[in-house]
Structure formats: structure tokens, C-alpha cells
């Protein structure tokens, strides 16, 4: 039975139907609109694309909101463990009890097993 027949031979069914769908279809839209956050935006622009409903992309809506959560998470404690080495200053030479130490030292133990001189 095609969409012409339908009409002409029973014209309330085809209303009924085409209410039916209406409805579903808003709150298909208001469903995907509760789920819309930062982040989400692509997910939920194809599902609105692709006509999937909030549940069939629930899963992996949750999945990327994990992904931001634990990336955050891992700015947030480099940003912290970051904090300390903010306060050295930089370009001066270290101190050792007092006094300006090289950076570099060499091994007394290889140059003494080599049996060479320090130069």
C-alpha cells in the first residue's frame, strides 16, 4: 500500500501515524538535548544526523566524558606538581652548603682506575 492509497482510503490512520512520529520525533530532540555538554557537541550532531535516539548513544557519550574527566584530572596534578619548580630561579649556579658547587664533578673512581691525570 503506498502513502497516496493510505490517504485516500483511510486518512485518519495516516494523521494518527504521522502524530505519532511528530511526537516521537520532539522528544527524540528534547532527549538529545538534555544530554548536550562540553564535549558532546560532534556525538550529538550526528546523532541527530543519523536519526539515533539518546539511548543508542549513551554509551559512548559516557566513554568520552570519562576520557575528559581522567584527562583533567592529569592537567589538574601536572599543574600541581608543576607548582614547586615555578619558585626556582633560573640561570644561577647551585648551592651546597654555602658555597657555589660546578654542575659537573668528575669521578675520582674512573679517572683513578684508567690511570690517567685530571687534566
Known sequence: MTLEELERYNAELLAEIRDSAAKDERARQR????????????????????????????????????????STGMMDSLKRDAAPAQKVPMCEAPWINGEQKSPYQRPTLLVGANGRRSR
Open 31 to 70: 532527549g538529545l538535548d538534555a544530554m548536550l555538554c562540553p564535549g558532546l557537541e560532534p556525538l550529538i550532531e550526528r546523532a541527530r544526523k543519523d536519526g539515533k535516539k539518546p539511548e543508542d548513544i549513551a554509551i559512548e557519550a559516557n566513554a568520552l566524558l570519562r576520557d575528559q574527566i581522567a
